[in-house]
């Protein structure tokens, strides 16, 4: 009787220490019980242990499973976003009704784009402008990446295309190796009304 109390002592321990370990597992649900897919969950593996009592660790081989709160690994990469050089533009009609008065406000859009970065310090020239039947596409040379992001800003902003042009895709961006120089397309995507 006189050690009574070191056994509970020990026992309040041990069932503390596995409460604390328990709460952050996820609850285990019964084997029988079904899932709410309407199959059911096989239940984690339990540790295997040696003959003298000690936990080994699973073989590398074998698939671990996730604890809560853990992220999901990765997924496979995503298509490559389709960019300005996709787009059926160089296969389009063009109409002359429709591409002079959208051509004639790139213009003015563009004077005041270049403008409000020449304001901030960057340079960019539009090298060309030409639309079709729903498309707008703009050749745009710059000095630096720093030049073209601040373009990409002004472009995505009421002061650009947003809110005339009903999309805008980014081309892809060409160095060249002797002046350093950078080009690149813009296009413009308009949904016209038949």
């Not at 805008?168 to 950078?182: C, E, N």
Request: net charge negative; proline share 11%; with cysteine.
């Amino acid at each position: 009787m006189k050690y009574v109390w070191i056994f509970a002592t020990i026992g309040a321990i041990a069932a503390g220490v596995w409460v604390w370990r328990g709460r952050d597992r996820a609850p285990a649900a019964r084997p029988d019980a079904p899932a709410a897919s309407g199959t059911a969950t096989p239940a984690p593996p339990a540790p295997a242990v040696d003959a003298g009592g000690v936990a080994v660790a699973p073989s590398p081989s074998l698939p671990v499973p996730a604890q809560p709160g853990t992220p999901a690994p990765p997924g496979p990469d995503p298509a490559p976003a389709a960019g300005a050089d996709s787009l059926p533009f160089d296969r389009e009609a063009r109409d002359p009704s429709w591409a002079v008065d959208q051509e004639r406000e790139l213009k003015v859009r563009m004077t005041h784009v270049r403008e409000l970065l020449s304001d901030r310090g960057a340079k960019v020239d539009v090298v060309a402008a030409e639309c079709r039947a729903t498309q707008c596409r703009l050749s745009i040379a710059a000095g630096a990446e720093a030049d073209l992001s601040a373009l990409y800003g002004v472009l995505e902003s009421p002061d650009g295309l947003y809110g005339w042009a009903d999309a805008v895709v980014l081309g892809q961006i060409d160095r060249d190796p002797a002046t350093g120089g950078l080009t690149t397309e813009v296009t413009a995507v308009f949904e016209r009304e038949e």
